[in-house]
């Protein structure tokens, strides 16, 4: 079974950064998109970064030119490149990893940012 495992999360002042990373167990092939989900407490999972089987990544508009979603096909890694946080970025990151037949969950990064 194939395992997701999401690292780099951490305590950050308002303003600063983070990358994080989310590394695959094994090779996945045929993926059809990645993307970082994130669960503030209180609040439902939601997806906020995406990028498609072609590289094209889309963001909603509260993390629009602050974070970038990057990947490495050959180790089958995701990155989230966080700038600019703020404290209401504070959540669990998880990531999602999509092929035509399977969806992998990681068991999630905690992300704390300060003001």
């Known amino acids: 079974q194939v395992q997701l495992a999401e690292s780099g999360g951490g305590l950050v002042q308002a303003g600063g950064s983070l990358r994080l990373s989310c590394a695959a167990s094994e090779s996945i092939f045929n993926i059809k998109t990645a993307g970082w989900y994130r669960q503030a407490p209180g609040n439902e999972r939601e997806l906020f970064a995406r990028i498609s089987r072609e590289g094209t990544a889309n963001y909603v508009d509260p993390v629009k030119g602050r974070f970038t979603i990057s990947r490495d096909v050959a180790k089958t890694t995701v990155y989230l490149q966080m700038n600019s946080l703020l404290p209401e970025d504070t959540a669990l990151y998880y990531c999602?990893?999509?092929?035509?037949?399977?969806?992998?969950w990681g068991k999630g990064t905690l992300v704390t940012v300060s003001s």
């Open positions: 999602n990893i999509v092929t035509f037949s399977a969806n992998y």
